[in-house]
Antibody, heavy 123, light 106 residues
Framework: QVQLVESGGGVVQPGRSLRLSCAAS????????MHWVRQAPGKGLEWVAV????????YYADSVKGRFTISRDNSKNTLDLQMNSLRVEDTAVYHC????????????????WGQGTLVTVSS | DFQLIQSPSSLSASIGDRVTVTCRAS??????VNWYQQKPGKAPNVLIY???TLQGGVPSRFSGSGSGTDFNLTISSLQPEDFATYFC?????????FGPGTKVEI
């Protein structure tokens, strides 16, 4: 079945770096745009970054621009998020999600989502 | 920036109640709005996409309506498994913004 599994979370000090990974299975990974979405403890969902199906286009939320880098390896069916200069406010569960697009209209939605990996930034 | 406001932020309801959650956008989103359900400790699941289309496998008691700046998610008869938090999302712009969520409690 279609599945996304994140890894790489942990506890890190402010200013340090961490790299998250998302392993995809059950679908043609190279055909889909992929996103990272985070959720701070007890808070709502915040979109973080997107990468086009072929890696040609990337967008970032203003809150992470210049610090985070999204990348993918279509030969390994993996999505990564390199997080540098981490801040306390980056503490969250990070989910990867596949973007499904209706070609006829351009409507899109996220399905499925991974269960997430917890990143805690604390001194 | 495409801001989404959800109301109410939380509500209490009983089994069998009809429940409506509203999502209001700061700009015209046409029908580029989705609704997700999230239960504690779980990943979100899409319920409705393109404002009104029910995702496969989602019970028909869920429905979506609206276009432009005002959107609704309605649960026609609340079931025990529906107690969760619901988020709207816009995919009109390349910021994929989420609303702040509505928690539906017993």
């Amino acid at each position: 079945q279609v599945q996304l599994v994140e890894s790489g979370g942990g506890v890190v000090q402010p200013g340090r770096s961490l790299r998250l990974s998302c392993a995809a299975s059950g679908f043609i990974f190279s055909s889909f745009g992929m996103h990272w979405v985070r959720q701070a403890p007890g808070k709502g969902l915040e979109w973080v970054a997107v990468i086009w199906y072929d890696g040609s286009v990337k967008y970032y939320a203003d809150s992470v621009k210049g610090r985070f880098t999204i990348s993918r390896d279509n030969s390994k069916n993996t999505l990564d998020l390199q997080m540098n200069s981490l801040r306390v406010e980056d503490t969250a569960v990070y989910h990867c999600a596949r973007e499904v697009v209706l070609d006829a209209t351009g409507n899109s939605w996220f399905d499925p989502w991974g269960q997430g990996t917890l990143v805690t930034v604390s001194s | 920036d495409f801001q989404l406001i959800q109301s109410p932020s939380s509500l209490s309801a009983s089994i069998g109640d009809r429940v409506t959650v509203t999502c209001r956008a700061s700009q015209n989103l046409k029908n580029f709005v989705n609704w997700y359900q999230q239960k504690p400790g779980k990943a979100p699941n899409v319920l409705i996409y393109a404002a009104t289309t029910l995702q496969g496998g989602v019970p028909s008691r869920f429905s979506g309506s609206g276009s432009g700046t005002d959107f609704n998610l309605t649960i026609s008869s609340l079931q025990p498994e529906d107690f969760a938090t619901y988020f709207c999302q816009q995919t009109f712009s390349t910021s994929w913004t989420f609303g702040p969520g509505t928690k539906v409690e017993i």
